[in-house]
């Protein structure tokens, strides 16, 4: 069993930058590849980013490549998003997820899911 909570939404003008985290609970962390997805109302939950357990492998979405980066470390069973440049389109809430195994792109493969945490950037 794995527990998340995400941490460092906010509000943010287009341009700017924040930078999420996700705080997973259990020992096993570095078993599970790490994503984040974000949602917007009436909208199915779309992929951002994805890490493998070292960090090795990463994958992102055409919409965020040259802007988000995302890392972990396993001391800290923390994984990061680091957006920047961020646009007015990348308001939603975003959410972490992990999955054993490796990275993936669909919100239907990944097994536990943080509460989320609302980004907005106004125009």
């Known amino acids: 069993q794995v527990q998340l909570v995400e941490s460092g939404g906010g509000l943010v003008q287009a341009g700017g930058s924040l930078r999420l985290s996700c705080a997973a609970s259990g020992r096993t962390f570095v078993s599970y590849a790490m994503g984040w997805f974000r949602q917007t109302p009436g909208k199915d939950r779309e992929f951002v980013t994805a890490?493998?357990?070292?960090?090795?492998?990463?994958r992102y979405a055409d919409s965020v490549k040259g802007r988000f980066t995302i890392s972990r470390d396993n001391a800290k069973n923390t994984v990061y998003l680091q957006m920047n440049d961020l646009k007015p389109e990348d308001t939603a809430v975003y959410y972490c997820?992990?999955?054993?195994?490796?990275?993936?792109?669909?919100?239907?493969?990944?097994?536990?899911w943080g509460q989320g945490t609302q980004v907005t950037v106004s125009s």
């Open positions: 997820a992990a999955r054993r195994g490796i990275v993936r792109a669909s919100s239907g493969e990944y097994d536990y």
């Open positions: 890490i493998n357990w070292s960090g090795s492998s990463t």
